[in-house]
């Protein structure tokens, strides 16, 4: 017998083959997915378990998996406004300094955090100045993160030197490598602000430890600039020139590339973390999303924080996507809703090196996978799931997600934690942070 059994449900699996089982059976135990069957099959019928959940034919996916994130900048959310990137780092900074603890730190991690797993994503990659409470703050939700130690030449929050945070990186990784719900990884801010010899130090703790190495790149084209400037380089050409590339890298943003640029990301098996709110919102730009993809790199997307983009909404992320792609090229093919799809589930799970356990459902995999609500105006009738998910569905739409099998958000609700304590909490901060920029 199994532990939970879904049953009336749309499923749309994600795989390799963007497979769809209609009036779809799913069986799940210990965490695991152990049948995926159309209803009226002979092996469906068999199946037994102590939960039984009716979809009532909605769509059952795989969670989302958001590979850039801020999560506890959304204490912030609203404080910066139209400002370019560089100047609103700046002021952003300054906020950080006066307000950030590993206690507010947790608290805006909770706030962050939630808000993607009510919005259906059950994995984030998190760079944020205390890791550990980033950390706290999922495992009290029951989510999966990928976090770790930050890496920041400029004065930075805590005082701490370099020496403070190749530290950190270490105790970070040591603490958590054994949590299969914790993927670690280092998190240098960015080749603008960590020199090149702290930049390859990052690099060799992750490769020591065989984790994950994420940084900014190319977002702005002050940016580029920049490096331009200090390294006669372009950013891309940089981070290659240190050995910064490869497949266990993954750079966010990556807006201003030429095709050299493109192509040593796709011959490094580089992963890209693209942020379309983000950089519209700062005004960075448009990443050229349809060369890359045609270049064979794995596109993955983001949220960045909600201090940037003022949410961490994946459903609208993806809608951009494809939407930015088709009219920066003027072609409506230049990319389509199953790409996008992968990108924000399968693709963001081989970026983290799971796409053996997460991303896509099939059996075997980890039961993470969330519950769309299709009984509705914006959802009759339904033609295409997938062109629906990416163009028609939103974050209102998902009523329930589970973690390995856990049900952690049913019917729209936290079960984990309350989370209104944490709404007070951070209310009762809020006129500190205003008076912050003051």
């Given at each position: 017998?199994?532990?939970?059994?879904?049953?009336?449900?749309?499923?749309?699996?994600?795989?390799?083959?963007?497979?769809?089982?209609?009036?779809?059976?799913?069986?799940?135990?210990?965490?695991?997915?152990?049948?995926?069957?159309?209803?009226?099959?002979?092996?469906?019928?068999?199946?037994?378990?102590?939960?039984?959940?009716?979809?009532?034919?909605?769509?059952?996916?795989?969670?989302?998996?958001?590979?850039?994130?801020?999560?506890?900048?959304?204490?912030?959310?609203?404080?910066?406004?139209?400002?370019?990137?560089?100047?609103?780092?700046?002021?952003?900074?300054?906020?950080?300094?006066?307000?950030?603890?590993?206690?507010?730190?947790?608290?805006?991690?909770?706030?962050?955090?939630?808000?993607?797993l009510?919005s259906?994503?059950?994995?984030?990659?998190?760079?944020?100045?205390?890791?550990?409470?980033?950390?706290?703050?999922?495992?009290?939700?029951?989510?999966?993160?990928?976090?770790?130690?930050?890496?920041?030449?400029?004065?930075?929050?805590?005082?701490?030197?370099?020496?403070?945070?190749?530290?950190?990186?270490?105790?970070?990784?040591?603490?958590?490598?054994?949590?299969?719900?914790?993927?670690?990884?280092?998190?240098?801010?960015?080749?603008?602000?960590?020199?090149?010899?702290?930049?390859?130090?990052?690099?060799?703790?992750?490769?020591?430890?065989?984790?994950?190495?994420?940084?900014?790149?190319?977002?702005?084209?002050?940016?580029?600039?920049?490096?331009?400037t200090?390294?006669?380089?372009?950013?891309?050409?940089?981070?290659?020139?240190?050995?910064?590339?490869?497949?266990?890298?993954?750079?966010?943003?990556?807006?201003?590339?030429?095709?050299?640029e493109?192509?040593?990301?796709?011959?490094?098996?580089?992963?890209?973390?693209?942020?379309?709110?983000?950089?519209?919102?700062?005004?960075?730009?448009?990443?050229?999303?349809?060369?890359?993809?045609?270049?064979?790199?794995?596109?993955?997307?983001?949220?960045?924080?909600?201090?940037?983009?003022?949410?961490?909404?994946?459903?609208?992320?993806?809608?951009?996507?494809?939407?930015?792609?088709?009219?920066?090229?003027m072609?409506?093919d230049?990319?389509?809703?199953?790409?996008?799809?992968?990108?924000?589930?399968?693709?963001?799970a081989?970026?983290l090196?799971?796409?053996?356990?997460?991303?896509?459902?099939?059996?075997?995999?980890?039961?993470?996978?969330?519950?769309?609500?299709?009984?509705?105006?914006?959802?009759?009738p339904?033609?295409?799931?997938?062109?629906?998910?990416?163009?028609?569905?939103?974050?209102?739409?998902?009523?329930?997600?589970?973690?390995?099998?856990?049900?952690?958000?049913?019917?729209?609700?936290?079960?984990?934690?309350?989370?209104?304590?944490?709404?007070?909490?951070?209310r009762?901060?809020?006129?500190?942070?205003?008076?912050?920029?003051?």
């Open positions: 017998m199994d532990d939970i059994l879904i049953t009336d449900a749309l499923i749309v699996t994600c795989d390799g083959n963007h497979s769809i089982i209609e009036n779809g059976v799913m069986a799940v135990n210990n965490g695991k997915i152990t049948a995926l069957e159309r209803f009226n099959t002979s092996a469906a019928k068999k199946l037994t378990a102590k939960k039984i959940i009716g979809a009532n034919g909605n769509i059952v996916m795989p969670g989302l998996i958001n590979m850039h994130c801020h999560a506890a900048d959304s204490l912030f959310r609203g404080l910066v406004e139209n400002l370019p990137l560089e100047e609103w780092l700046g002021r952003v900074w300054i906020a950080e300094k006066a307000i950030l603890t590993p206690e507010t730190t947790y608290l805006g991690s909770v706030l962050g955090l939630a808000e993607n009510l259906g994503s059950t994995t984030v990659m998190d760079m944020f100045w205390y890791p550990d409470e980033t950390v706290r703050a999922a495992k009290d939700l029951g989510m999966r993160i990928s976090t770790g130690g930050i890496f920041f030449d400029l004065p930075g929050i805590g005082g701490r030197s370099h020496e403070n945070y190749v530290s950190e990186a270490r105790n970070f990784y040591k603490s958590h490598s054994s949590d299969d719900s914790v993927i670690p990884a280092i998190l240098p801010h960015g080749s603008y602000t960590v020199s090149p010899q702290n930049l390859s130090e990052a690099k060799s703790i992750a490769d020591e430890y065989g984790i994950l190495f994420c940084t900014h790149a190319a977002e702005t084209q002050a940016e580029q600039n920049d490096i331009k200090r390294y006669d380089n372009s950013v891309i050409r940089h981070l290659d020139k240190y050995k910064l590339l490869g497949e266990t890298s993954v750079l966010a943003h990556c807006v201003h590339l030429d095709e050299t493109i192509s040593l990301l796709a011959q490094s098996k580089t992963n890209v973390a693209l942020n379309p709110m983000s950089n519209l919102k700062l005004g960075s730009g448009i990443a050229p999303v349809k060369a890359m993809y045609q270049a064979g790199i794995n596109l993955t997307i983001g949220t960045d924080g909600a201090i940037s983009g003022n949410d961490l909404d994946m459903w609208l992320a993806m809608r951009l996507t494809c939407g930015l792609a088709k009219g920066l090229n072609e409506a230049a990319l389509n809703a199953e790409q996008v799809l992968h990108m924000a589930t399968i693709n963001g081989k970026a090196g799971r796409s053996d356990s997460l991303g896509s459902l099939e059996i075997g995999k980890n039961a993470d996978f969330i519950l769309v609500d299709i009984n509705n105006s914006h959802s009759i339904l033609f295409d799931p997938i062109t629906h998910l990416v163009f028609g569905a939103g974050r209102s739409d998902v009523t329930d997600v589970f973690v390995s099998g856990k049900h952690v958000v049913e019917n729209k609700k936290i079960g984990g934690l309350d989370i209104e304590k944490i709404h007070t909490k951070v009762q901060l809020a006129p500190s942070i205003k008076a912050s920029l003051e």
